[in-house]
């Protein structure tokens, strides 16, 4: 009996190239953000902090890495999934405290596998998903 699976995972190419790529659309943008990057499992794989960015967006970047890495979706996917649920649904989720359903969370999927995800925070949520947009562009051209 086989117990075990390969698992695919990010390479430190992709990871840096996500990173610069983030980077430099945050400084087009003169945006000072938090951008985090976790691996499929969620640790930490990634991370740059612009200086004078509040540290709680640090908080609110590793959070919508999670969410978009166990979710396997977009964190604004997922702030509409939960606009569409039953409250009795809704008092459950309340539970988990580090999912956060806002822009900025994106998992990054290759051939149908969530290979890990990017947290973005800092400005406005439309800054912080441009700002991971830019970095999944870079993994596809």
Known sequence: MQISEPRATLTIDAIQAMLNAATARARELS???HIVIVDHAGNLAGFISFP???RIAETTARRKA????HMGQTTE?????????????????????DYIAAIGGYP???????????????????????VAEAALRALHG
């Open 66 to 69: 999670l969410t978009a890495v």
């Open 31 to 33: 945006a000072k953000l």
């Open 52 to 54: 004078g960015t509040p």
């Open 108 to 130: 990054i999927i290759e051939n149908g596998l969530v290979l890990g995800a990017i947290g973005v925070s800092g400005v406005s949520q439309e800054v912080d998903g441009d």
């Open 77 to 97: 996917a997922w702030e509409n999934y939960l606009k569409s649920i039953p409250a009795s649904e809704l008092k459950i989720i309340d539970t988990m405290p």
